[in-house]
């Protein structure tokens, strides 16, 4: 009996440091970056000023419609760093065509992303790319191409947008207190997200990145989702780059720099799996909330713009390292 007794406080203790290892896993990151926040609230009142917030806003919204598109790549099993060069190429195009064609502009620039999404997942296809490592190097040699085509278009210069009512409304309108590119990242975000959790397309995309062999087995083409995922993805970022080029008032053919890995770090913070088949859309708007705050607060505390990447980039290779503790 005694020796029973002696061993259940024994098993809770061990269960106990468990429940503990399992939280750091899954919300080291989280705790890290709320700490920053609070550190930052308390040293810099000014963080919650309105203005701020309101910048918070600007710089999340654009950045939130790429890392959405990822989500959908990454949880089918594949990566895609296409995205910078395809944001360039993209607010390039868009302050081009709305100082032509206003309006019209945005329909003509959602299908040169999705054609630029549709281009990536033909190469993937037609190459017999079956994983994400594949897909890193493909999508990264396309990065380089749509990057050139952006300098290429204005002979590297940057193009200046003719200020309209739409092109404000877009940038820098609001309805009531909200922001109308952030009403714009509501719907598409709960659009993803019905059709991610209520839909067949979803689960089809879940099973196709967990286990592509079991997707094929059970009827589902893995390259129909590869070429659904892609052309997606192109839509949102161009999307993206359309409201950050009203927004802005000018495209830099530069701009989407860095979109890739910010993107990729917004993803994996919100708890999507780098290995494929799990990942929530929601999550991944927390993630690039959290990523989006700790910017912000780098720069309100005046740490060196090169010092800033050094720690995205420890985070990003946190988050991974946590990551692949999770999937073992």
Known sequence: MNAAASAKPA?????KKQAVKQFLNEYLILIGILALT????????????????????RQFVPLGMVALGMTLVIIG???DLSVAGTFSLMGIISAILLNRMGIAALIVVLIAGAACGLLNAIILVVCGARDD????????????????????????????????????????????YLPVMLIIFIVVTAVLQFMMKK?????????????????ELCGISVSKIIIMIYVVTGILTALGAFIMTCRVGSALPIAG???????????????????????????????????????????MLGIDPNMQNVWKGVILVAAIWLDSRRTV
Request: some cysteine; charged content about 5%.
């Open 257 to 299: 720099r860095n979109y890739e890995c910010n993107a990729i770090l917004s993803v994996t913070i919100g708890g999507t799996s780098l290995s494929g088949g799990k990942g929530s859309v929601l999550n991944t708007v927390l993630g690039v909330a959290l990523f989006t705050i700790m910017a912000n607060a780098l720069n």
């Open 199 to 215: 839909m067949p397309i979803g689960r089809s995309i879940h099973l196709a990145g967990g286990n592509p062999v079991a997707a």
């Open 133 to 176: 490592s594949d897909a890193l190097f493909i999508t990264f040699g396309m990065q380089t191409v749509f990057g050139a085509l952006a300098l290429i278009a204005n002979g590297g210069n940057y193009v200046a947008l003719n200020q309209t009512d739409f092109t404000q409304f877009i940038g820098n309108g609001g309805i009531g």
């Open 77 to 79: 099993g594949y990566i």
């Open 11 to 15: 098993k809770n203790n061990i269960q």
């Open 38 to 57: 609070i550190y930052t609230c308390i040293v810099q009142p000014s963080f919650l000023a309105a203005d701020n917030l309101l910048s918070l806003v």
